[in-house]
């Protein structure tokens, strides 16, 4: 098993930024890839950015490319989601995930994910 818990979450302006953490736990050596989603209510959970553990490859939806960076420290065992520039529709909450067997392009598939945090919250104001 592993365990995520996510933090740093907030309220922030138009155009501020914000650091995500995802400190993971248990068996972390089975996991091959992590990733950020993101929730509004009443809609589907939707990819946000992505990275392997072998390569550091990392993926992005195109609606944050180049205002978020995804980053992992295997020494504290923690992912972060590093948020520049955020806008209103950044609005969600915000949660952790891993994945035990990645295979190539899936890495924005929800449904393949083994393990989720509880999520934390963003709002941005206008």
């Known amino acids: 098993q592993v365990q995520l818990v996510e933090s740093g979450g907030g309220l922030v302006q138009t155009g501020g930024s914000l650091r995500l953490s995802c400190a993971y736990s248990g068996r972390t050596f089975s996991i091959t890839l992590m990733g950020w989603f993101r929730q509004v209510p009443g809609n589907d959970r939707e990819f946000v950015a992505a990275?392997?553990?072998?390569?550091?490859?990392?993926y992005y939806a195109d609606s944050v490319k180049g205002r978020f960076t995804i980053s992992r420290d295997n020494a504290e065992n923690t992912l972060y989601l590093h948020m520049n520039n955020l806008k209103p529709e950044d609005t969600a909450v915000y949660y952790c995930?891993?994945?035990?067997?990645?295979?190539?392009?899936?890495?924005?598939?929800?449904?393949?994910?083994?393990?989720w945090g509880q999520g934390t919250q963003v709002t941005v104001s206008s």
């Open positions: 990275i392997r553990s072998s390569t550091s490859t990392s």
């Open positions: 995930a891993a994945q035990r067997a990645y295979t190539v392009g899936t890495y924005n598939n929800k449904d393949l994910y083994d393990y």
